[in-house]
């Protein structure tokens, strides 16, 4: 099965074949979603809390009075509109019982709005990261948990790599990997992320790519000292 992701960023676009591994359950829309460990953990922690219900209204802005509430959190064939939700799944003060309802939308734009608010709750986050469409975006996220960042770390592809090298979570010996990764998009990050050591900022001064080099100066971890000498020798 053919998968054809495009998105635009500094690593520019790339396509992608999607194989999909794992065993398989149905998310809004009748999709079929890879099944991930943190499925159960999310589940359990909503079912702790009491059953939460609301107006159609606040969770979805179409100003009606009618009381939505799990499973389907939609009363009508057509209420909420497809925008309504897209709404929804950007909206940082959406309830995470939407979120999480959201996040198995069969609409991969949906997804990725979830994966992108900035409100996205960690367990969702998790379960994501075994979507091989949004997981770029997951790495990216402030809330991105650490034990996701070392899992997909040595993802083959390379905007999941420098996404996790950019992370501010990820560890120095993670970016010290990073400095010798093959692309150099994900050096680049490394080179750019504080959280590198002085010791991983001084080889990837002397790294091929200037742009590399030139980060790596620019790091703020990097000593002033090894700056001066930098300059000195590239004056």
């Known amino acids: 099965m053919d998968r054809r992701r495009t998105h635009t960023g500094t690593a520019g676009s790339n396509q992608y074949t999607k194989s999909q591994a794992g065993s398989l359950i149905k998310g809004p829309g009748g999709r079929a979603t890879a099944k991930s460990p943190a499925n159960n953990t999310l589940l359990t922690q909503l079912s702790d809390r009491p059953p939460q219900h609301y107006r159609c209204g606040e969770v979805w802005g179409t100003g009606c009075p009618a009381v939505v509430g799990p499973p389907t959190w939609i009363h009508t064939q057509d209420h909420p509109t497809a925008d309504h939700q897209s709404s929804a799944a950007g909206d940082e003060s959406t309830p995470p019982e ?55 770390s040595h993802d083959p592809h390379s905007d999941v790599r420098w996404g996790v ?27 750019q992320n504080p ?40 004056s």
């Open 98 to 152: 939407i979120l999480e309802y959201l996040s198995r939308h069969e609409e991969h734009s949906v997804r990725l709005l979830v994966a992108g608010n900035r409100s996205c709750p960690p367990a969702i986050l998790e379960q994501f990261s075994y979507d091989e469409d949004v997981r770029w975006l997951v790495v990216r996220h402030p809330a991105c948990p650490l034990v996701v960042l070392r899992r997909v």
């Open 195 to 234: 959280a590198s050591l002085p010791a991983t900022l001084v080889s990837l001064l002397a790294d091929e790519n200037p742009n590399v080099a030139r980060a790596a100066a620019a790091n703020p971890s990097l000593p002033r000292p090894l700056l001066a000498m930098w300059q000195l020798a590239h």
């Open 165 to 191: 090298a950019a992370n501010l979570t990820s560890t120095p010996d993670m970016l010290e990997e990073f400095s010798h990764d093959r692309d150099f998009q994900v050096r680049w990050r490394a080179a």
